[in-house]
């Protein structure tokens, strides 16, 4: 049988989380038919994967909501691939209690300044300083006393209380308790100037590698324990849970009017710039 002469490769940037591993599962492991596109994963964490979006650099990429906002021009949100945080996301926590107004003028470790970790912090309280620290030496970071508290995301969300860490808040109810939405994470973003038709195909590929791994859970679940940092299986599988499930297989409108209200409410507290149009595709 001839190769194909058509093959478009499609670099595709995600982190290196049981969350993401179990999402792309069916595309990394060949378990779908992609025509003639080629796809090469490459793993990184969110804050340089938002880093290399705002340079353009790959075709397909998992990205922070809040850095959407400053890629926009160049990338469009695909319907599947959300992280939503529903009534539960990134966790403020700190060696002893602090209320809301307890954070006023503390410095809080963060994962980088254009995780939706960080817009949700400074809509929560405006008054932090602030130090990015890599997401996974955050606990230590605030165990040793380098920063009042820790914004956490990924698997530190589910383990900070075997450390010792105390809840400050957990954004995600909050924010739920603000709009009565879950909080939109996180999301895949393809490159506009891929053209309508390999957008399309790219759409459905990974909606379908999303359902795959839902489908099969096991299988793909066994796959993502790679990724898990150490998870036992029980706790990387509720972690999955919480991360990879209806939402991600598409927005929803609920889910769409939670990421135009984000990045609304980012705008009207100074923390963006600018307004931003959202565009969904696929």
Do not use: C
Request: charged residues 30%.
């Amino acid at each position: 049988m001839a190769e194909r002469t058509d093959v478009r490769t499609i670099r595709v940037g995600h982190s290196p989380d049981s969350d993401d591993a179990f999402m792309f599962y069916a595309l990394a492991k060949d378990k779908l038919d992609t025509g003639n596109l080629r796809f090469e994963h490459e793993l990184s964490d969110i804050e340089s994967l938002n880093r290399r979006a705002m340079r353009g650099e790959l075709e397909v990429t998992a990205i922070s909501i809040h850095a959407y906002a400053y890629l926009h021009d160049r990338y469009a949100l695909l319907n599947s691939g959300s992280s939503m945080g529903d009534r539960y996301g990134p966790r403020i926590v700190a060696r002893e209690s602090l209320g809301r107004d307890g954070l006023r003028g503390r410095k809080v470790a963060v994962p980088g300044e254009w995780t939706t970790a960080f817009l949700a912090l400074r809509l929560y309280q405006p008054d932090v300083e602030h130090e990015v620290v890599p997401f996974d030496e955050i606990m230590d970071h605030v165990i040793e006393g380098r920063a009042d508290a820790g914004l956490l995301i990924h698997e530190g969300q589910i383990t900070h209380e075997d450390k010792g860490l105390v809840l400050v808040r957990d954004l995600g109810e909050w924010w739920y308790g603000e709009t009565g939405l879950p909080l939109p994470l996180g999301g895949n973003a393809v490159r506009r100037d891929l053209g309508e038709e390999t957008i399309r195909q790219i759409a459905r590929l990974l909606r379908e590698s999303i359902r795959y791994a839902l489908e099969n859970r096991q299988e793909a679940l066994a796959y993502a324990l790679d990724y898990a940092r150490d998870l036992p299986p029980e706790l990387a599988d509720k972690f999955v849970s919480m991360y990879v499930n209806e939402w991600t297989l598409d927005y929803g409108e609920t889910g769409r009017r939670a990421v135009r209200t984000l990045l609304y409410r980012g705008y009207e507290a100074g923390v963006i710039p600018h307004r931003v149009e959202v565009e969904f595709v696929g």
